[in-house]
T-cell receptor, first 112, second 114 residues
Framework: GESVGLHLPTLSVQEGDNSIINCAYSNSASDYFIWYKQESGKGPQFIIDIRSNMDKRQGQRVTVLLNKTVKHLSLQIAATQPGDSAVYFCAELDSGYSTLTFGKGTMLLVSP | DSGVTQTPKHLITATGQRVTLRCSPRSGDLSVYWYQQSLDQGLQFLIQYYNGEERAKGNILERFSAQQFPDLHSELNLSSLELGDSALYFC?????????????FGEGSRLTVL
């Protein structure tokens, strides 16, 4: 596969650790947020979303936290696995415009 | 498999040329989006179509154009290509942008301009 970026912040963890990926968003009018995962050579894939009327949402092994006061979003991955290695993007939506704006991405590297 | 199909997967061309990238959305999805992904710019929104009509425009250059056809497939046309246009171009689709932002992405078209 091909690398999607050589200048991304990188988080390196050991298999089994919990990972936390952070994202600062810019638009205070954004009311919907999504985390995407992009594996090498593939398109972004939806992981989990959260609306602005919530501050936490859990999925399978993933949790998203939203702090609207400081415009901060985080993705927590429990018991990280080598298959979780990918670039993770947060995206924000201002529903008045109906288009997603993506953050720069964070590369997660999981060592066995 | 997201259900979104993009062709070609790889394309190499020269500066000044024109190329067309094609996208077939997921069955039933009316909205199509084009994004450009380069190493230093991340995923940049270019343009969105909904049921054949342009819905939103992002950072799309005047040398680029797109359209969505009655069968809902979309094409992105890139002309007068420059070295800096080398990037991954993604198409995504959704049922209705008003339902939220979950987009289903294709695997991208890798454009290399020499």
């Amino acid at each position: 596969g091909e690398s999607v970026g050589l200048h991304l912040p990188t988080l390196s963890v050991q298999e089994g650790d919990n990972s936390i990926i952070n994202c600062a968003y810019s638009n205070s009018a954004s009311d919907y947020f999504i985390w995407y995962k992009q594996e090498s050579g593939k398109g972004p894939q939806f992981i989990i979303d959260i609306r602005s009327n919530m501050d936490k949402r859990q999925g399978q092994r993933v949790t998203v936290l939203l702090n609207k006061t400081v415009k901060h979003l985080s993705l927590q991955i429990a018991a990280t696995q080598p298959g979780d290695s990918a670039v993770y993007f947060c995206a924000e939506l201002d529903s008045g415009y109906s288009t997603l704006t993506f953050g720069k991405g964070t590369m997660l590297l999981v060592s066995p | 498999d997201s259900g979104v199909t993009q062709t070609p997967k790889h394309l190499i061309t020269a500066t000044g040329q024109r190329v067309t990238l094609r996208c077939s959305p997921r069955s039933g999805d009316l909205s199509v989006y084009w994004y450009q992904q380069s190493l230093d710019q991340g995923l940049q929104f270019l343009i969105q179509y909904y049921n054949g009509e342009e819905r939103a425009k992002g950072n799309i250059l005047e040398r680029f154009s797109a359209q969505q056809f009655p069968d809902l497939h979309s094409e992105l046309n890139l002309s007068s290509l420059e070295l800096g246009d080398s990037a991954l171009y993604f198409c995504a689709s959704s049922v209705d942008p008003g339902e939220g932002g979950e987009l289903f992405f294709g695997e991208g078209s890798r454009l290399t301009v020499l």
